[in-house]
Nanobody
């Protein structure tokens, strides 16, 4: 089974930066996707960024485009989400998720993913 461990959250001031990590184990497919989602209290889960393993492509929601950047370290089976210029509205629990397929049209659908990490809290103070 694929297992994901999300980490790197914390408390930062508006304008600050954080780097989230999603460490994966048990992946056997060469082509897979890692999605980052977030959920704030009382709000729906929102997809923010998606990574395709085949070519390292990153996809971003409009709300984070230009501020969030995906990268990966294949030796560590880890995908990173670098977040800069953080805003109070970025405050949420951030989750990473795994899908054993490359299908960008489905990346924003949480049902596309077959494994989820436990979440890491990001709090941005104003």
């Amino acid at each position: 089974d694929v297992q994901l461990q999300a980490s790197g959250g914390g408390l930062v001031q508006a304008g600050g930066s954080l780097r989230l990590s999603c460490a994966a184990s048990g992946i056997t497919f060469d082509d897979y996707a890692i999605g980052w989602f977030r959920q704030a209290p009382g709000k729906e889960r929102e997809g923010v960024s998606y990574f395709s393993s085949s070519d390292g492509s990153g996809y971003y929601a409009d709300s984070v485009k230009g501020r969030f950047t995906l990268s990966s370290d294949s030796a560590k089976n880890t995908v990173y989400l670098q977040m800069i210029s953080l805003k109070p509205e970025d405050t949420a629990v951030y989750y990473c998720a795994y899908a054993p397929a490359i299908m960008p049209a489905f990346y924003s659908n949480p049902d596309f993913y077959t494994a989820w990490g436990q979440g890491t809290q990001v709090t941005v103070s104003s």
